[in-house]
């Protein structure tokens, strides 16, 4: 379980009396002394006082002014948001696919009936309206916040979420994302039995809070508050055929908001007053160049279609450049490591702060703006929001939330484009409309020339490409110390860099890991907006716009393709964002959860979670120095990786238990950590709305034949500890069907995914681990967009699995 020490705000709030005026810990003694169970009770693990809270818990936004968690380390004059429990303080709710569990306690000898643990009426979930002046439910405008107004409907046991037990805990585990930004009320019954096969019974604090507060109110005023909380829950819960007498714990869980941000930053950057009605512009020109001059340089390549390096001759290469707006840090030599602990921040202060603020007050702080800037800032503020977003300086740490959506600019970038073009010398000639175009977007480590190698492919079927790198990657890393090499950069080898996958996963700061994502999918948003104002006029139709990304630029392209198409119910504004279908190459969700699992990346993880750790570095450090091969400081974590698989067994071969324990313990509140922080850029919880905007999506996945060939090794295709981490849970939220193993043409409703049993992770661009597999990749991709969307041609049937 994932224990986190609950605010002083809840503590000293939760100093509970009974009424006569015995104090908590009086009355558990009277209830241990009068217990008539030979074998003491069994029960949840509820109580506040002792800082025993499972979470998620919405305990914890006890004392908030911004409508975020309330995190022990924020009470710190500087939080450190690095840390990763006090970067959930940045956050306004939690995961929305994270398992989560909750604690019992049991006598020696006595542990958890774990057939009750997975019974459907042990643990329920009921999604709630609160209370909220602004609520869209108008008799839940006059009840409280923080206290239950209505429930709206219970999920689905085996459907929306599964239960088990873990141990003597019992974990709850989403099957599909929860709605984001809405509360849920997680309800324990006694239908939980321990291996006595007694029913397990409410902590004691909580029989003392679920009581009646109107026959029996508790003491003093915080308590009744709490009181008529947990009573709220119970008769909200009730409504659906929950029995009162048959709960013995209830919890609030408000999921954190996800696509708002990204959803305001795409609407930002569509001309307006705003931002001077100047749109994002992609200018280009014709280098003079053939892709096969850049891929083949110096080579003579004859005209032979035989020539694998023909294809390329197809394709004219463009290059160019786009300014977007930049949210992320910039790395100089005065701030050396800003690109790395640099997160978005809000423009303006918090609207949850300012809804808070009386008219006299509000006066008061206007008159108080007397700075040009922050005249100017207001201002838009002010007008982008209605009035409900304001500068007046109140909100230091301006996290971004439901309550503050305009992120800050931090810079205009200027971004390297690379375009190709078909080569009307072969014979392809230009629609009257211009080149269809495919976006395309490369993996982590690589770079937007990493992409070329579809353009062949793509030309010969007369689709133009475009393509930008992701931050810190490529073009986009940071040369600090002026050297002309750069220092900060996520790319590696394949294209002539030194840089590694740290710098843009940044496992030191989870926040700016987000934020990487969030920073990808609007520079994607923002170049597909800006091939509407193009330089060169009738090249391109930048109404027939398709999509492929690739690992990463698979993951980040799902998100960015359901808010492209979200409409913002404008079609002329609909229509510059609209892209008609796309092929995500490798893609995964949950995206914490599969790193850590990843053969490819887990190890980096978990060496870097072990030498971070206060308890777990001495021990993990001295055995990987014991091998002599770690001794540059700048590269000891990643050269450690190589040492975790070593260490862990060497640990279980001398019976270190303990520690062993602690490991797994700490890379489980890390990952849980993790995920709930990148939640609102991991693609899961963008599925729903892809779906909603019915874009065709064609999925392509490696899953290998079980023998020579493995699964791919970057992107798990089903997370082992988590039912919605890797390639799989994605496409089953997207509903994509399965092509079969048989050459011919297929319709597709509107996802398909394709499970080939030779190639890699890389294999949609490389033919290396196998050209039969990455000619089929690229011939069913180009046969999808053809289409626009609506059937894929399998042509060798041998490199998929048979279904």
């Known amino acids: 379980?994932?224990?986190?020490?609950?605010?002083?705000?809840?503590?000293?709030?939760?100093?509970?009396?009974?009424?006569?005026?015995?104090?908590?810990?009086?009355?558990?003694?009277?209830?241990?002394?009068?217990?008539?169970?030979?074998?003491?009770?069994?029960?949840?693990?509820?109580?506040?006082?002792?800082?025993?809270?499972?979470?998620?818990?919405?305990?914890?936004?006890?004392?908030?002014?911004?409508?975020?968690?309330?995190?022990?380390?924020?009470?710190?004059?500087?939080?450190?948001?690095?840390?990763?429990?006090?970067?959930?303080?940045?956050?306004d709710g939690w995961s929305t696919q994270n398992p989560f569990s909750i604690e019992l306690a049991f006598a020696g000898g006595v542990s958890l009936d774990a057939a009750s643990a997975a019974r459907p009426d042990s643990v329920r979930l009921v999604e709630v309206l609160m209370g909220d002046p602004a609520s869209a439910d108008a008799s839940c405008r006059t009840v409280p916040r923080g206290v239950a107004c209505k429930a709206v409907g219970q999920l689905t046991y085996g459907q929306d979420f599964v239960t088990k037990a873990v141990g003597n805990n019992v974990a709850v585990i989403p099957l599909k994302p929860l709605k984001p930004?809405?509360?849920?009320?997680?309800?324990?019954?006694?239908?939980?039995?321990?291996?006595?096969?007694?029913?397990?019974?409410?902590?004691?604090?909580?029989?003392?809070?679920?009581?009646?507060?109107?026959?029996?109110?508790?003491?003093?005023?915080?308590?009744r508050s709490l009181q008529g909380v947990i009573n709220s829950f119970e008769n909200a819960v009730s409504t659906q055929s929950i029995a009162k007498e048959s709960i013995i714990y209830t919890a609030a869980i408000t999921t954190q908001s996800t696509a708002n941000v990204l959803a305001t930053v795409k609407q930002l950057m569509l001309p307006s007053p705003l931002n001077g009605n100047t749109p994002p512009q992609v200018l280009v020109q014709n280098t003079g160049k053939l892709v096969s001059d850049i891929l083949f340089p110096g080579a003579t390549i004859p005209d032979n279609p035989a020539d694998p390096r023909f294809t390329f001759k197809l394709a004219q290469y463009y290059a160019g450049t786009i300014s977007l707006p930049y949210y992320l840090g910039v790395s100089t030599a005065d701030a050396p490591n800003a690109a790395l602990n640099t997160r978005w921040t809000g423009r303006c202060d918090s609207g949850a702060m300012i809804a808070s603020l009386t008219d006299a007050q509000k006066t008061a702080l206007e008159a108080g703006i007397t700075t040009p800037a922050q005249l100017q800032n207001d201002a838009v503020c002010k007008g982008a929001s209605g009035g409900a977003l304001r500068d007046f300086g109140i909100d230091k740490q301006r996290h971004l939330?439901?309550?503050?959506?305009?992120?800050?600019?931090?810079?205009?970038?200027?971004?390297?484009?690379?375009?190709?073009?078909?080569?009307?010398?072969?014979?392809?000639?230009?629609?009257?409309?211009?080149?269809?175009?495919?976006?395309?977007?490369?993996?982590?480590?690589?770079?937007?020339?990493?992409?070329?190698?579809?353009?062949?492919?793509?030309?010969?079927?007369?689709?133009?490409?475009?393509?930008?790198?992701?931050?810190?990657?490529?073009?986009?890393?940071?040369?600090?110390?002026?050297?002309?090499?750069?220092?900060?950069?996520?790319?590696?080898?394949?294209?002539?860099?030194?840089?590694?996958?740290?710098?843009?996963?940044?496992?030191?700061?989870?926040?700016?890991?987000?934020?990487?994502?969030?920073?990808?999918?609007?520079?994607?948003?923002?170049l597909r907006l800006g091939l509407n104002f193009n330089n060169v006029a009738g090249l391109l139709n930048t109404q027939d716009v398709q999509f492929i990304g690739h690992s990463l630029g698979a993951i980040t392209g799902a998100s960015m393709v359901a808010l492209a198409n979200a409409s913002t119910g404008v079609p002329a504004a609909d229509a510059l964002y609209k892209i008609k279908s796309s092929t995500l190459a490798m893609p995964g969700g949950a995206v914490a959860n599969f790193l850590l699992e990843s053969t490819a990346f887990g190890n980096t993880i978990k060496s870097n979670v072990m030498l971070g750790s206060s308890t777990l570095s001495s021990g993990f450090k001295a055995f990987v120095d014991t091998q002599k091969v770690c001794v540059d400081a700048a590269t000891y974590a990643g050269c450690a990786a190589k040492f975790v698989d070593g260490y862990l067994a060497d640990l279980t071969a001398k019976g270190q238990v303990a520690t062993l324990t602690a490991i797994s313990s700490t890379f489980s509140q890390f990952v849980f950590a993790a995920q709930t922080i990148t939640d609102a850029g991991d693609p899961n919880n963008y599925a729903a709305m892809h779906v909603a905007g019915k874009t065709p999506v064609h999925i392509l996945e490696v899953v290998g034949n079980g023998g020579t060939n493995k699964s791919d090794q970057v992107i798990p295709n089903q997370a082992v500890n988590m039912p919605l981490?890797?390639?799989?849970?994605?496409?089953?939220?997207?509903?994509?069907?399965?092509?079969?193993?048989?050459?011919?043409?297929?319709?597709?409703?509107?996802?398909?995914?394709?499970?080939f049993t030779e190639g890699d992770h890389g294999s949609i661009l490389s033919p290396t681990a196998s050209a039969a597999a990455t000619t089929e990749m690229q011939r069913q991709t180009a046969s999808f967009f053809l289409t626009r969307g609506t059937a894929v041609q399998v042509t060798n049937a041998a490199v998929l699995k048979a279904q």
């Open 1 to 91: 379980m994932k224990k986190l020490l609950i605010s002083l705000a809840v503590t000293s709030a939760l100093g509970l009396t009974g009424c006569g005026g015995d104090s908590l810990n009086d009355i558990k003694q009277d209830t241990a002394n009068n217990d008539q169970f030979l074998v003491p009770a069994s029960r949840v693990v509820f109580d506040p006082t002792a800082s025993k809270v499972s979470v998620p818990n919405d305990l914890l936004f006890q004392g908030t002014t911004d409508g975020t968690l309330v995190m022990p380390g924020e009470s710190a004059a500087t939080p450190n948001y690095t840390d990763p429990q006090t970067a959930l303080g940045a956050l």
């Open 725 to 755: 981490g890797g390639t799989e849970p994605l496409a089953r939220l997207l509903g994509a069907a399965s092509l079969p193993a048989k050459a011919g043409g297929y319709a597709i409703e509107r996802a398909a995914i394709a499970r």
């Open 181 to 223: 930004a809405t509360t849920y009320i997680l309800v324990l019954t006694n239908s939980l039995k321990d291996s006595e096969g007694r029913s397990v019974l409410p902590s004691t604090t909580y029989e003392l809070v679920k009581q009646d507060l109107a026959t029996m109110p508790l003491g003093s005023e915080a308590q």
């Open 401 to 526: 939330t439901k309550f503050n959506v305009v992120p800050k600019v931090n810079s205009m970038q200027t971004l390297q484009v690379q375009m190709t073009v078909p080569n009307e010398a072969y014979g392809l000639k230009k629609p009257e409309g211009g080149w269809p175009v495919v976006i395309l977007q490369h993996g982590i480590t690589a770079c937007k020339e990493s992409m070329l190698a579809i353009t062949g492919t793509l030309s010969s079927q007369g689709f133009a490409t475009v393509a930008i790198d992701h931050p810190l990657h490529g073009s986009r890393g940071f040369d600090v110390n002026g050297d002309g090499k750069f220092d900060i950069s996520a790319s590696e080898a394949v294209c002539q860099q030194s840089g590694n996958a740290t710098v843009y996963m940044n496992l030191a700061n989870m926040l700016v890991t987000r934020d990487n994502l969030r920073q990808s999918i609007a520079d994607m948003l923002g």
